[in-house]
């Protein structure tokens, strides 16, 4: 009898065996400032009335298949346009994998622009999808040269554009994002994870062309723990797409809680000015920290910063060794070379990080 990793070896299909997977960091007691969550969820007084709405949820039926109540709430919620049609996803990572399932696969190809999402290369792995990238520009937006040789290179069933950009933090141009997608024969998602904290939406112009398909999620405004992801396009690609979706993907609880969090949309915007307030002041302590030489401009609840006197890993450990818990950037794409990635936490947590950075570097 062999052992089961003799099985495992024998039977795991070879482009799985090859992956890595998703590494996500062990936070321990650290404060977390490394993956993008909102320090705030429910204020205070709506937490109580959240609960109440909990406990009329029927834990032991299924939950509504077609989200009927929650896409209703995000359709004046997000102001998604009139016409358009809305797929559900346990996260937008799951609605990722599903576009995948449905248009590319085996012999197809998914684009990205480089340096962008890292969930972008997993799951075309994942799906057995080729997967090819072209390189933003020295401001890490499109450069539609680069763009256009892509498209025609690698001919994409999708491509994945992330606006703003994940992770460096800067918007896209939405006039150039709309002319790659005229551009382009296959699907063009355009990833607003980071819609809340960004300047302008391309959601308005999403039936504007035949082939692009707008991405959102809860998870960045004060909501990860939901696993809420939506899915706007034409009905035509979403009738099409909700073929691969499982019949449940999106719990009874978290329909309710979005549900709930769009009618009190309010409060979470009043989360989100909070932490664009604290990434203004951020940005300008931490530009002004010596041996910080870059801190990007952003678009979202994070930022992104180089050092250059000391090395971005070990910098990295320093901070975890002092209890701040942030990203190194360093190593995943060579224009982040000595970048790091600070998600904009609570006042008392970015100063706690503030200070461990100033203890952390040889001149401080
Ligand atoms: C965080 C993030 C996501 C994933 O969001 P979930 O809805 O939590 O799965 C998708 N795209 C980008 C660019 C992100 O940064």
Known sequence: MTSAADRAARWVRPAIQAMDGYAVADPGRAIKLDAMESPWAWPGALETAWLERMRKVAVNRYPDSRGRELKAALRSGLGIPEGAGILLGNGSDELIQLINLAVAG???????????FAMYRVIAELTGSGYAEFELDDDFGLDPAAAAAALAEHQPAVTYLAHPNNPTGNGLDLDAVAELAAGADGVVVVDEA?????????????????NVLVLRTLSKVGLAGLRVGVLIGAPAWIKELD?????????????????FAMEHAEALERSVQAVRTERHRLAGELAAVPGVEWVGPSQTNFLTFRVTASPAPQLHAALRERGVLIKCLDGSHPRLAGCLRVTVGR??????????????????
């Open 194 to 210: 980071y819609a809340a904290y960004a300047e302008a939406s391309f959601l308005p112009r999403v039936l504007e062309l035949p």
């Open 243 to 259: 073929k691969c979706r499982l019949p449940y993907n999106v719990g009874s609880l978290a329909q309710a809680s979005a549900s």
């Open 106 to 116: 085996a012999g197809r190809n998914v684009l990205a622009p480089a340096p962008s």
């Open 347 to 364: 006042p008392d947590e970015n100063d706690a990080f503030l200070k461990a950075l100033r203890a952390s570097l040889p001149s401080g």
